[in-house]
């Protein structure tokens, strides 16, 4: 097991993030974020905080629960379905860009449910991606438009993103794999 | 900078390990609590631009009504199109029923054609668990008899929870036709097993003889059992199943037990009136009351469609639920 990001690489990551994010789109009009749950929460709302420190204005954020659009849902008889909590998404995602923030990108299975379910919510003008890890390993043509870190991974490996406010403390670790 | 509600309440159980719903008897108060957190969440769904989610495609839902039913049926069938099931309705009436055919053959006949659940109404207490041991599909109860009606008392939960935030401790307080009715028992159980103080009130002759082997208080003085009452529940005189002489009449039903305002007065100043439909107007209920400021009658039903979504979704892991616990 190895930390590969303490709670101080992620702070500053969250932060570079946040100017890239006001660089990129020329500020935060038309903006709003989208955390996927449980850990894209409050990654997303850290993420608003920065851009009011940045720019002076809120940006709407929302919680969004993809368990409903999981592709392996209905496919394998896996007996009990896993737990559907809610979703807040209380603004028009219509003609905004929508930041959707996840902690780790893998297969993007995730990312493409989290696509279908925020495309029920109305038309976005954009959809743009931001994860704290990317892993690799991508199952479906996926990729993110703001990375915190790139983790070259094996599939026998874990990548475990612990934050303060769901697991008591900030960190990002590596678990098994063969070395 | 961490807040109550960042940290994500991890409850007791997760999913719910078993086949079918044959009625609140069979569930733990985690497993309750798991229903009515699952119904929150699919609450929201009723909200979007577009109220439907892909959980339950390709999966088929009979919905088997052998008892007239508008707000059930609709319910469910609105829940399963949420869910995006495929859904088939049969009614008494244009069903084989009426050429003799028994419940068993029936359901039999319904299995050879693989759906994955049945959602079954019918007037014989315990058909729900006749057809649980001969299918392999999914079985829920939408109201067996006389013995129970499990989702109307999950929504008649949910609605007292969202209101109250909790159901441990109140005084709940239901009045009408006892002896009759499947949705009394359902409620009962699930009330006393979360914690509230239940008390029933009707004539001496709708009181069930061991009614009280239920952990509730029991009466025929409505006073009594309104007096500091958060919650009042009235069940519909079932004019139908009414074969013997149970009150004088209807009129004398109203006068004695109808809510009217003034008899609310005596409940709490934030009591929440409750009707599971249809409404029996100027017999258990006054037309003030039933569309006053106290009435969540149509919470009630808005909130059917959530819960019936949850036991849906939760369900739908089929035989392999049970196999797995």
């Known amino acids: ?179 | 900078m961490t807040t109550a509600s960042d940290i994500e309440r991890k409850p007791p159980v997760t999913s719910l390990r078993r086949k079918d719903l044959l009625g609140i008897a069979d569930l733990s108060p985690d497993e309750i609590a798991l229903v009515l957190d699952t119904a929150e969440a699919m609450k929201e769904v009723g909200t979007r631009p577009i109220k439907k989610v892909p959980a339950l495609r390709g999966k088929t839902v009979v919905n088997l009504f052998f008892e007239p039913s508008t707000r059930t049926r609709t319910s469910f069938e609105i829940a399963e199109k949420r869910l995006s099931a495929d859904t088939l309705n049969i009614a008494i009436g244009t069903s084989s029923v009426v050429k003799g055919e028994t419940l068993a053959d029936t359901a039999l006949n319904l299995e050879a054609m693989s759906p994955d659940m049945i959602v079954l109404r019918h007037s014989s207490s315990g058909a729900c668990h006749l057809l649980s041991r001969i299918c392999r599909s999914a079985i829920i109860n939408a109201g067996d008899g006389m013995h129970e009606h499990p989702t109307q008392a999950l929504l008649d939960a949910f609605t007292i929870r969202e209101r109250k935030k909790q159901l441990a401790g109140l005084k709940v307080t239901i009045i009408g036709d006892l002896l009759h009715s499947r949705v009394l028992r359902s409620n009962i159980q699930l009330l006393t097993k979360m914690g509230a103080d239940v008390w029933v009130c009707g004539p001496p002759t709708l009181i069930p003889t061991d009614v009280r082997r239920f952990g509730v208080q029991a009466t025929s003085i409505v006073d009594e059992a309104i007096v500091d009452a958060d919650v009042i529940m009235l069940l519909r005189i079932q004019l139908e199943r009414m074969e013997g002489a149970f009150f004088p009449s209807q009129r004398e039903y109203f006068r004695v037990f109808g809510m009217t305002e003034s008899r609310l007065r005596l409940a709490k100043p934030d009591v929440m009136i409750m009707h599971p439909g249809p409404m029996n107007r100027g017999v258990e209920i006054a037309s003030e009351v039933a569309d006053g400021p106290y009435s969540v009658i149509l919470d009630q039903v808005a909130n059917g469609v959530a819960v019936r979504m949850a036991v849906l979704y939760l369900l739908s892991g089929g035989a392999e639920n049970e196999e797995a616990a």
């Open chain 1, 1 to 179: 097991m190895s930390i590969v990001m303490d709670a101080d690489r992620i702070g500053r990551t969250l932060t570079r993030i946040a100017h890239e994010i006001v660089e990129r789109n020329k500020g935060v009009d038309e903006l709003a974020l989208v955390g996927v749950r449980t850990r894209g929460v409050p990654l997303a709302r850290r993420l608003a905080r920065s851009l009011r420190e940045i720019t002076g204005h809120d940006v709407p954020t929302g919680a969004l629960d993809i368990t409903l659009y999981r592709d392996d849902l209905m496919r394998l008889q896996i007996g009990p379905q896993p737990q559907v909590r809610r979703t807040e998404i209380q603004f028009s995602i219509d003609n905004r860009k929508i930041l959707l923030v996840d902690d780790v990108l893998y297969t993007g299975r995730t990312t493409r449910a989290a696509l279908d379910a925020l495309i029920d919510f109305g038309r976005p003008k954009a959809i743009q991606l931001i994860v704290l890890v990317d892993r690799g390993h991508r199952e479906l043509p996926i990729k993110a438009d703001y990375v915190g870190k790139n983790l070259p991974t094996s599939p026998d490996e874990s990548v475990q993103v612990r934050l303060l406010e769901i697991d008591g403390q900030d960190e990002v670790v590596l678990d098994g794999g063969a070395a």
